[in-house]
């Protein structure tokens, strides 16, 4: 009995400092983040597993003196005796296997514990999966009580059965309230049609139950996110992540050089405009001119626009192209940036009156004041003058 209980119980002590100690860390790590402690479902998950593992421990021993009283009254029974040993054998074979499982869980905990344990979802499913272990564990280890101990052949004796010898069927009748089906003249509202009666059939109680269940759990609902206001509900939940979401791409943007698009363009100068040039004479050249005068495409040096004349419209007709007027998309050959250069240098050649500039075409367009940036390209833009 002193070696049965020292390795089991030298087991169970390992896996319950093991999880007090996880514990301790999850208290000291929301201690840290909060003023005051709080009760997490980790944490009570942890206890659960611990206090299971003692009971489970105590049901071992009474186990092992079961076991030891059975042999004992089996032992005189010869015919008997060789089936006695293989279920000790089998039984013993399934009490170190579910030490084992134990056993092997442990580390898992353990090494969890590095991570934020008040919100580590897998570590939650672990210990729920240990729980379910743990009582699957406690009920095999009852049941074996009472077979060791002669409980169930009592009970059998007195025309009873044994301890989880469940008649499932009387149980499904019980747990619907069906009644027979001569019972059901009994049941007849009085409402029939082509031919189907109407029968007055009790409620099930599962069903019941559930109903009753559901309305506690939303008294409990109600009272946690509408009264007592300890956790936040869906609308606060969300708000919360739309906020950390727009910190994160704050803090994205920061880092970023290539954020300019049709809403955001502004007019650049200098060494910006100079690229543009370069990368005007290397690619756009070909169909606008040299000088921007205008062959395939249109004269771009005059106050007449075929896609509108703002800054914005330029960047726009150049990413995005009019394929109606022969115009590629430029989004996939030049970055945003380089667009925005581009537009930039086109707009600088406004009214150079170029040599051999093409006829004008599309709509005047006379420059305002600098507007306030759109809040998408379908945003509203000067009023044109229709040339006549």
């Not at 704050?250 to 200098?270: I, R, S, Y």
């Amino acid at each position: 009995m002193k070696k049965f209980a020292s390795y089991f119980l030298k087991p169970a002590g390992v896996l319950a400092l093991l999880i007090f100690m996880m514990a301790t860390a999850n208290a000291q790590a929301v201690t840290q983040a909060e003023p005051g402690f709080t009760l997490n479902v980790n944490t009570v998950l942890a206890f659960v597993v611990i206090l299971l593992f003692v009971l489970i421990a105590v049901l071992g021993l009474t186990v092992r003196s079961s076991m030891d009283i059975h042999r004992k009254r089996k032992a005189a029974e010869k015919a008997t005796n060789d089936g006695g040993v293989k279920t000790l054998l089998m039984i013993l074979f399934f009490s170190m296997l579910s030490i084992t499982v134990f056993a092997q869980e442990v580390p898992e905990v353990a090494t969890s514990a590095k991570v934020d344990l008040s919100e580590n979802t897998i570590l939650r499913n672990l210990l729920l999966f240990i729980i379910v272990l743990e009582v699957i564990t406690i009920l095999f280890f009852v049941k074996w009580i009472t077979f060791f101990t002669g409980i169930d052949e009592l009970r059998r004796s007195k025309g009873k059965k044994g301890l989880f010898n469940i008649d499932f069927k009387k149980f499904w009748i019980k747990a619907n309230k069906l009644k027979p089906i001569e019972e059901e003249d009994s049941l007849d509202v009085g409402h029939e049609y082509d031919g189907i009666r109407e029968l007055d059939n009790a409620t099930p109680p599962w069903f019941t139950i559930a109903f009753l269940a559901s309305i506690v759990f939303g008294i409990g609902y109600l009272w946690r996110y509408h009264v007592a206001e300890s956790a936040p509900n869906q609308i606060k939940e969300y708000e919360m992540e739309v906020a950390a979401a727009k910190v994160k791409i704050a803090e994205h943007m920061k880092n970023q050089k290539d954020l300019v698009d049709e809403n955001t363009v502004t007019m650049m100068a200098g060494a910006d405009i100079d690229n543009g040039k370069v990368l005007y004479a290397n690619n756009c050249a070909v169909c606008h001119g040299a000088a921007g005068e205008g062959k395939v495409g249109p004269n771009l040096t005059d106050e007449y626009w075929l896609h509108g004349g703002d800054i914005k419209d330029v960047f726009k007709v150049i990413k995005f192209g009019a394929i109606e007027k022969g115009m590629m998309s430029w989004k996939g050959v030049f970055s945003a940036t380089e667009i925005a250069q581009i537009s930039s240098y086109i707009k600088s050649i406004a009214g150079t009156k170029p040599a051999g500039a093409k006829e004008a075409q599309g709509e005047l367009y006379k420059e305002t004041a600098p507007a306030t940036i759109a809040a998408d390209s379908s945003a509203a833009k000067p009023q044109p003058e229709v040339k006549k």
